[in-house]
């Protein structure tokens, strides 16, 4: 489980881009809340801003001519299996939209891709 520094989106490869995606969704769902090291950071922060963030992977996921699911794009929308929010309140896009993701987290990142995208 990992959220991959947002300025790197556009550089992942096909199995990292839509697992991103799919992980987008789980945290977005059921998976919100649940404790895991590399993502605890994201229940600290608006519900809205992981919303944000997914944004930003389906509109990659766009470019390259994948379709995801249209309802993601609604911001209440957590999935099949779980309650949308009755209301979440937007709140304004940052750059990064985590904090956490500063030029350490960039850099961490972009040797781990380096050592997947070596793998295969």
Request: proline share 7%; with cysteine; charged share 25%.
């Amino acid at each position: 489980m990992r959220l991959w520094h947002e300025a790197l989106i556009q550089k992942l490869p096909r199995q990292q881009l839509l697992g991103q995606h799919r992980e987008c969704a789980a945290l977005r769902g059921n998976g919100w809340g649940r404790k895991h090291a590399t993502v605890n950071y994201v229940f600290t922060h608006s519900p809205y801003k992981l919303f944000q963030f997914h944004e930003l992977v389906m509109d990659e996921m766009e470019r390259r001519g994948y379709h995801p699911d249209s309802r993601w794009r609604q911001p209440e929308y957590r999935g099949k299996t779980c309650s949308p929010y009755a209301k979440l309140a937007p709140c304004l896009r940052t750059h990064p939209i985590y904090p956490e993701h500063d030029q350490r987290y960039l850099q961490a990142c972009q040797q781990l891709l380096a050592e997947r995208t070596k793998k295969e």
